[in-house]
């Protein structure tokens, strides 16, 4: 059985309205149903809401190619820290 991967996002407000989700962290499923996350971030002035969502296969396909040595790709949140962007396709997984 493979184990359950969750990425943990939480809603950021724009200046101009609206809001985007940020990556914060990552979230693991273990053999007893329990689930343990692990944060990377905590966004300033947030309310901490946070929302678990399994990784596709997209998360799974970069995962792949950061851990392989692939092209360089931007952490956005990650090892590395923090990030300002707003584009959650660049966090590896």
Known sequence: MEKQMY?????????????YWMRM???YRNKDNSINVYLDAIPKG????FTLRELDEEDLRKREAYAGGG???TL???I???SSSSN??????
Do not use: Y
Not at 7 to 19: A, D, M, T
Not at 88 to 93: G, I
């Open 80 to 82: 590395a820290g923090a």
């Open 25 to 27: 962290g990552s979230a």
């Open 71 to 73: 092209t360089s790709t």
């Open 76 to 78: 956005g949140l990650g």
């Open 7 to 19: 990425k943990v996002l939480s809603p950021i407000e724009k200046r101009g309205g609206g809001h």
């Open 46 to 49: 947030s309310d901490w809401k």
């Open 88 to 93: 959650n396709d660049q966090v590896p997984f």
